[in-house]
């Protein structure tokens, strides 16, 4: 009878360690399970597919698919992510931020038809303009850098910018807006030759 009241004392009471490893163990699983459950929706949001989902961006959808960055000699694609989403956690998260100013908008209905998104083409771009500014157009860097620039290559026009531009600490988006998608109260694309 008394080692069934030690097992029972026992159960209801562990000893201190074991309680303590049993309370560490589960908030790491939880923790853990948080962490993998919001590195998977970033990866979910991070789709070129979710991204496309939204019938109201169809035009900037569109003109990305009819753009060099999506498909080109080199057989390189640019996902939405790659262009608006910088890799790195804390810009990551800014732009997820950023974002949920856009899905509101499209529930508050002020962007959710093709029409409406023309109407707000002009500050939706500028946001991301000023954003890529604001972080040296990070997600541009991430494929491509002056290191990895050959300018001899390049268009004569092309290299004298591109050399100007590093010279002035001037960063991809100072020169760049308008290259994927059209620029606001622009009708066609302006056509640029990336060289890819």
């Not at 002035?168 to 694309?189: A, R």
Request: one cysteine or more.
């Amino acid at each position: 009878m008394g080692k069934i009241k030690r097992g029972i004392r026992y159960i209801l009471r562990p000893p201190t360690k074991l309680a303590t490893c049993a309370v560490i163990s589960a908030v790491a699983i939880v923790v853990l399970g948080f962490f993998a459950s919001v590195n998977a929706f970033v990866a979910f949001t991070n789709t070129s597919e979710f991204c496309a989902s939204c019938h109201s961006i169809a035009p900037a959808v569109e003109e990305w698919r009819e753009s060099s960055h999506y498909a080109n000699a080199h057989g390189v694609r640019a996902e939405c992510a790659d262009c608006h989403v910088p890799d790195t956690l804390g810009a990551t998260l800014a732009a997820k931020v950023r974002a949920i100013n856009d899905i509101y908008h499209h529930f508050a209905g002020t962007i959710d038809t093709p029409e409406k998104f023309e109407e707000r083409r002009p500050v939706l771009a500028q946001r991301v303009w000023d954003a890529m500014e604001a972080d040296d157009s990070l997600a541009c860097r991430s494929c491509h850098s002056w290191d990895s620039m050959d300018l001899a290559q390049q268009s004569g026009r092309g290299g004298r910018n591109h050399r100007e531009a590093m010279e002035e600490g001037k960063t991809c988006i100072s020169c760049h807006q308008g290259v994927v998608h059209k620029l606001p109260g622009e009708d066609e694309d302006p056509g640029f030759d990336l060289g890819l």
